[in-house]
C-alpha cells in the first residue's frame, strides 16, 4: 500500500492556484497526520461515511413481551441468550463468567487487529463507518421518554436497520459479528459502542473512556424513524435532536467534529464526498476549514450541499455550515479550529456521554475503562 503522504497526495491533489494557501496548509497537515502511522496500520489512510435521515414513521409493533430462548454453542464454554420479561437480553454462560478490564481488552485489541488487516472497504478503512455505527445506536435517545440510545442495539433488526439514516451500516455490523463469535459473552450493545470507541483511538483520536453495562433488547423496543440529524436543515433542527438527548450547544459542535471522518455516498445520503483531506484520521481539520476556506453551493443534481472553491473536492452539509452561522455555536467553532488539544478533550468526553445514554449502568462512573492502543 502507498505511503499516507503519497496517497492523500494522489487523491487530493489541488487543481488549479485558487486557495493554493490554505489547501496547501491542511494537505501538509494531513502528510505529517498520517505519516507517523506504522505500517501494519496504514488502514488509517482512508475512509468513508454517510448522513442523512429520513422523516418519521408510524411506528408499528404491538411492543408485547417476547420471551424467546436461543440455543447458542458459545466458544467460551456453553451458554444460551434469553429475552428477560422486559425485553432485555441476558447471556447465561456455565461457571458464572464475569468478564474483566483485561477480557474488555482482549476485545478491543481484536477490533483493532480487523481494523489494521482489513482494508478492503471504501478508502482502505472500515473506522468511519464503525464510528457512524455506535453514533447512530446511541443518537436516538429520548431523554423526557427513556427511550432509544445504546442499550438495547435495536439496529439488528429490520424497523431500525432500515431507517433512512441507517442506510450502509449492515457494512459495520457485518464486520463485529466475527468479534461477537469470538467473544459470545458481550452484547451487540456493549460491542458497537467498544467498536466505536477503538476505531476513534485507532484513528489518531483521544483516549475515551468507557463501561459495559448494556443489554440487548428485542424488536419491540425499536425506535420510530426521524430521530438522528437531517443533514439538509439548519441550526433550529440541530438543537431540536441534540437537546432532545441532553447536549448543549458546546456539545453539539464537538459532536460535530467526527465530520473529520469519512465521506458522504450518493447511494445513501445522496450527499457527497468527504469533509476534509484525511478521512481517516481525527484532528481538528473539519473546524479548520469551516473557518478558513472559501465554500459555495455546488452545482450539481444531488441535494444541496457545499463545495469548497479552492480544489472542489471537500463538501460540507447544511448543518455543517449552521456552525459557522449561528453566533453561539460559531465560538466553539473557533476554539476548536484553534486548539486540537480542547477538541480532543471535549470529544472525548461527549463521545463517552453519548455512548451512555439510556443505559441502566449497575457499574459507578469511576469504574470506566480506558483502552490501550494496539501497539
Avoid at 485489541?109 to 482489513?118: K, N, P, S, V, Y
Avoid at 455505527?133 to 445504546?150: I, N, P, Q, R, V
Avoid at 467498544?194 to 425506535?223: H, K, N, Y
Avoid at 433550529?236 to 459532536?255: Q, S, T
Wanted: with cysteine; hydrophobic share 35%; glycine share 8%.
Amino acid at each position: 500500500m502507498a505511503t499516507a503522504a503519497k496517497t492523500l497526495a494522489r487523491n487530493f491533489a489541488l487543481r488549479g492556484s485558487a486557495s493554493t494557501s490554505t489547501a496547501a496548509t491542511f494537505r501538509t497537515t494531513t502528510t505529517r497526520n498520517t505519516a507517523r502511522l506504522p505500517l501494519r496500520t496504514n488502514f488509517r489512510q482512508h475512509g468513508r461515511r454517510g448522513f442523512a435521515s429520513e422523516a418519521p414513521r408510524a411506528s408499528g409493533g404491538s411492543g408485547s413481551t417476547i420471551i424467546l430462548a436461543l440455543g447458542f454453542a458459545a466458544a467460551a464454554g456453553g451458554g444460551y441468550y434469553i429475552y428477560t420479561q422486559n425485553g432485555d437480553v441476558k447471556l447465561k454462560a456455565d461457571a458464572d463468567f464475569k468478564p474483566t478490564e483485561a477480557d474488555y481488552q482482549k476485545v478491543y485489541d481484536h477490533i483493532a487487529e480487523l481494523l489494521a488487516e482489513r482494508d478492503e472497504y471504501e478508502d482502505g478503512s472500515y473506522g468511519p463507518v464503525i464510528v457512524r455505527l455506535a453514533w447512530h445506536a446511541s443518537g436516538t435517545y429520548d431523554k423526557e421518554t427513556g427511550t432509544g440510545g445504546s442499550n438495547g442495539a435495536t439496529m439488528r433488526f429490520d424497523p431500525e436497520a432500515d431507517h433512512g439514516a441507517n442506510a450502509g451500516l449492515k457494512v459495520a455490523r457485518d464486520f463485529l459479528e466475527p468479534v461477537k463469535e469470538k467473544f459470545p459473552w458481550i452484547t451487540h450493545s456493549d460491542l458497537w459502542t467498544l467498536a466505536g470507541v477503538a476505531a476513534i483511538q485507532e484513528m489518531q483520536g483521544p483516549i475515551v473512556p468507557w463501561r459495559p453495562g448494556r443489554q440487548d433488547r428485542d424488536v419491540s423496543f425499536c425506535t420510530p424513524d426521524g430521530r438522528l440529524p437531517d443533514a439538509s436543515q439548519a441550526h433550529d433542527h440541530l438543537r431540536a435532536i441534540f437537546y432532545r438527548m441532553g447536549f448543549d450547544d458546546r456539545e453539539i459542535v464537538a459532536l460535530s467534529g467526527a465530520h473529520a471522518l469519512g465521506r458522504c455516498h450518493t447511494d445513501r445520503s445522496g450527499f457527497d464526498g468527504p469533509w476534509t483531506f484525511s478521512p481517516t484520521v481525527v484532528t481538528n481539520d473539519y473546524f479548520q476549514l469551516l473557518m478558513k476556506e472559501s465554500w459555495g453551493w455546488r452545482k450539481w443534481d444531488g441535494p444541496k450541499q457545499f463545495e469548497d472553491k479552492g480544489t472542489k473536492t471537500l463538501m460540507m452539509l447544511p448543518t455543517d455550515m449552521a456552525l459557522v452561522k449561528d453566533k453561539k455555536f460559531k465560538p466553539w467553532v473557533e476554539k476548536y479550529a484553534k486548539d486540537n488539544d480542547v477538541f480532543f478533550k471535549d470529544f472525548s468526553e461527549v463521545l463517552m456521554k453519548l455512548f451512555e445514554l439510556g443505559v441502566p449502568f449497575e457499574s459507578k462512573e469511576e469504574d470506566r475503562m480506558k483502552f490501550k492502543r494496539k501497539e
